[in-house]
Nanobody, 123 residues
Framework: EVQVVESGGGLVQAGGSLRLSCAAS????????IGWFRQAPGKEREGVSC????????LYLDSVKGRFTGSRDNAKKTVYLHMNDLKPEDTAVYYC????????????????WGQGTQVTVSS
């Protein structure tokens, strides 16, 4: 069964840090990029980051550049999103999703989604 599972969300004060994890199973992980998306209440889902199959290329949403860092461990089939200097506007449910080969910002092109993890940043 193809599966991605997020973890690591929580409640943090502004300026704090969290590390999200996305653990994958059931597919050839090395062939898949992993995208991070988020959706805040009343807002559309937006792409936050995408990490290439090798981990050498990572794309970021402009508003998180310099604060969020993606990484992946192909041996562990896990992708991480290190989030620093968190702001209240980062509050959202964060999802990871898998797609073969190349990163795109269109979430509709990602076939496999996790259940999401809540990130809440208090001011």
């Amino acid at each position: 069964e193809v599966q991605v599972v997020e973890s690591g969300g929580g409640l943090v004060q502004a300026g704090g840090s969290l590390r999200l994890s996305c653990a994958a199973s059931g597919f050839t992980f090395d062939d898949y990029v992993i995208g991070w998306f988020r959706q805040a209440p009343g807002k559309e889902r937006e792409g936050v980051s995408c990490i290439s199959t090798s981990g050498l290329s990572i794309l970021y949403l402009d508003s998180v550049k310099g604060r969020f860092t993606g990484s992946r461990d192909n041996a562990k089939k896990t992708v991480y999103l290190h989030m620093n200097d968190l702001k209240p506007e980062d509050t959202a449910v964060y999802y990871c999703a898998a797609k073969q080969y190349s990163c795109v910002n269109n979430g509709l092109l990602y076939a496999n989604w996790g259940q999401g993890t809540q990130v809440t940043v208090s001011s």
